[in-house]
């Protein structure tokens, strides 16, 4: 079992969708989730970085942590062409070692 | 948070060859790690290079195929020795950002025929 789950889509939405992408994770010592967005022959960027379980909002994006179902999400709000891209999860128990998941690509469509 | 340049951007390789990928930081770090991103597979970790010691590796990575230089606080390479078509991957030169996660590099495609 890979420590780290993430349905690797491809995912397509249309414009001003509310787009929901999803992580497990298996390791409770994981402390730190990160999401980063990931540009056709970019490197990724991160977007989001939440600290143990709870909400964490900024403009269109929310990033969720549920640790007792290991279970982490970003909602993205109003969505835009612009925001089509690989999103990929990450984790980690405090180290530099971080888990990245395969990553989910997605399209919104105009 | 820190840019940094990574080049080639891409390159085409023969078998059996090496290539070196350069990676320079506008600002001094302690450490700059090197990843691979292989299609429909997760970022995986190569090695961490510290200035003035030798890199750290990951498991399942040997210094003999991926060594590393670290020279100074700004600047890295990574080569991939002896290639072949398995290695074929996008690498990325990344440093940490403290809390606020890793900053990578835009990566090199690298397809070896």
């Known amino acids: 079992q890979k420590e780290v789950e993430q349905d690797p889509g491809p995912l397509s939405v249309p414009e001003g969708a509310i787009v929901s992408l999803n992580c497990t994770y298996s390791?409770?010592?994981?402390?730190?989730f990160m999401w980063y967005r990931q540009y056709s022959r970019k490197g990724p960027e991160l977007l989001m970085y939440t600290y143990s379980s709870g909400n964490k909002e900024d403009g269109r994006f929310t990033a969720q942590v549920d640790k007792s179902s290991k279970y982490i999400s970003l909602f993205i709000r109003d969505s835009q062409p612009s925001d089509s891209a690989t999103y990929l999860c990450a984790t980690t128990s405090g180290t530099y070692k971080y888990i990245f998941g395969t990553g989910t690509r997605l399209k919104v469509l105009a | 948070s820190a840019v940094i340049s990574q080049k080639p951007s891409r390159d085409i390789c023969q078998r059996g060859t090496s290539l070196t990928i350069q990676c320079q930081v506008d600002s001094q770090v302690t450490m700059m790690f090197w990843y691979r991103q292989q299609p429909g597979q997760s970022l995986t970790l190569i090695a961490t290079?510290?200035?003035?010691?030798?890199?750290?590796?990951e498991s399942g990575f040997v210094i003999d195929k991926f060594p590393i230089s670290r020279p100074n606080l700004t600047f890295s390479t990574l080569t991939v020795s002896n290639m072949s078509p398995e290695d074929s991957s996008i690498y990325l030169c990344?440093?940490?950002?403290?809390?606020?996660?890793?900053?990578f590099g835009s990566g090199t495609r690298l397809t070896v025929v």
């Open positions: 290079a510290n200035q003035g010691s030798e890199a750290t590796y």
């Open positions: 990344s440093v940490e950002g403290g809390l606020y996660g890793y900053t």
């Open positions: 390791n409770s010592a994981f402390q730190y």
